[in-house]
Every structure is written in structure tokens, then in C-alpha cells.
């Protein structure tokens, strides 16, 4: 399993925006400086999050992005599928109902099963409140005399 980078920019960006909220919207460009990331790439990631109904946008001079959530309301394991899908390590675990026509003789199937349960157990253990705060108390301790 491999997150990509639409994955972790998407985290990035999302992180931004809870960080530099002040209510007001914030545009791409100043996302795109602080993060090192082309605007063009960040607007396909909107767009995504945008159509989940993650980001509000608001079109125009003063528009941008903002959340439409509070931090503690987003998971990283909900904002990584946006961009990712799911994290099934095995493509037999894709659907809902699995459809391999080993799955009743396989060897493996628990042990692929019970590392997609533990990978979406940790990834849906962290909201973006908690990595925004984790981010502030690391920066706290980052100084130098």
C-alpha cells in the first residue's frame, strides 16, 4: 500500500486550511506557496474534496477555501479515500461483498482481512485536529538559540 501524492497533498492542503483558518476563505496561490505545491495540482484536489463536500469555495477576487467542518470532524482515513480509495491491500478486498471465487478455500484471506481492518483502524484513529495539534506542539519545540 502506497499513498500518492494527490493523497498526501490533499492532507497537506486540508492541514492548511485548519491551521490558517480565520473564517475567512482562503485562496490556492497562498496555499501553493506555503505548501510548495503548483496550483494546478491543488485545483484538482479541490475539486475532489470540494465534490465531497469537504471544502466550501467561493469564486472571485476574495474567494478560496475554507472548511466545511471543524477539524475534530474529519478523519485522515475519510480525507485519504477522497483522493486514494480504499486501502484494501489485496484487490479481492475492493467490493463491498467479496467476489473471488477462492475466497472460501483461501489461506490468506484472514490475514489480508485483518490487515485491512488494522490499516483502517489506524488511519480512521486520527482526525485532522490531531494532527494539527500535533503539528503546533512539534513547532512549539522547534527552536533554535
Partial sequence: M????????????????????????????DISQRQNIST????????????AGYLNSVRGPQGGYKLAKVPKDYTIGDILRITEGK??????????????????????????????AVI??????????DIVEQHREKSLWDYTI
Fill in 120 to 129: 483502517n483502524q489506524y488511519i480512521d484513529s486520527f482526525t485532522l485536529e
Fill in 40 to 51: 494546478k495540482y491543488l485545483e484538482q484536489i479541490v475539486s475532489q474534496l470540494c465534490k
Fill in 2 to 29: 502506497r499513498v500518492s501524492t494527490k493523497g498526501r497533498y490533499a492532507l497537506r492542503l486540508m492541514i492548511d486550511l485548519a491551521e490558517h483558518d480565520t473564517g475567512e476563505y482562503i485562496s490556492l496561490k
Fill in 87 to 116: 486501502f484494501a491491500p489485496t484487490t479481492c478486498l475492493m467490493d463491498e461483498e467479496n467476489q473471488c471465487e477462492m475466497y472460501e478455500e483461501c489461506a490468506t484471506i484472514s490475514f489480508w482481512e485483518g490487515l485491512y
